[in-house]
């Protein structure tokens, strides 16, 4: 009698994660909603086409789709390759007491996978900070 093992496919699970920035939400905006300013921080080269970005790290292409913005407020894209519901938002939320300006990331990985994804966004993030002259 053959044996069957049942394999459950783990899921994405939500994650978010926030950073301070100390940049006007306007010039932010300009690196996390544009081709080019992706490409100083966030992959070696970015392109788009309408609502298609085409992501470039080492040679490797990934597309995702530009599914929402709002000017200097957010941008949620979403992994074309992907047949979850998940995306990537980056949110720039400004204190209304302080005027402190900080950049909400929420994100989905594999549940065993969140802590390694969380240090990509710190070292993508550090990366953003010093293209904006930000410590």
Do not use: C
Not at 37 to 47: H, R, T
Not at 49 to 58: A, H, L
Request: hydrophobic share 40%.
């Amino acid at each position: 009698m053959p044996v069957y093992t049942l394999t459950r496919m783990s899921e994405k699970v939500k994650y978010q994660i926030e950073f301070v920035i100390q940049s006007s939400p306007h010039m932010l905006y300009q690196y996390l909603a544009t081709p080019s300013g992706l490409s100083e921080w966030f992959a070696d080269n970015v392109n788009s086409r309408g609502e298609k970005f085409t992501f470039i790290w080492d040679g490797a292409e990934e597309d995702a789709k530009l599914i929402k913005r709002k000017s200097d407020e957010f941008v949620k894209f979403a992994w074309e390759d992907e047949e979850d519901d998940s995306f990537f938002e980056m949110k720039i939320i400004v204190d209304e007491i302080t005027s402190d300006v900080s950049l909400f990331i929420t994100d989905f990985a594999e549940e065993d996978e969140v802590d390694e994804a969380k240090m990509l966004w710190a070292n993508q993030v550090s990366s953003l900070k010093q293209v904006l002259g930000s410590t």
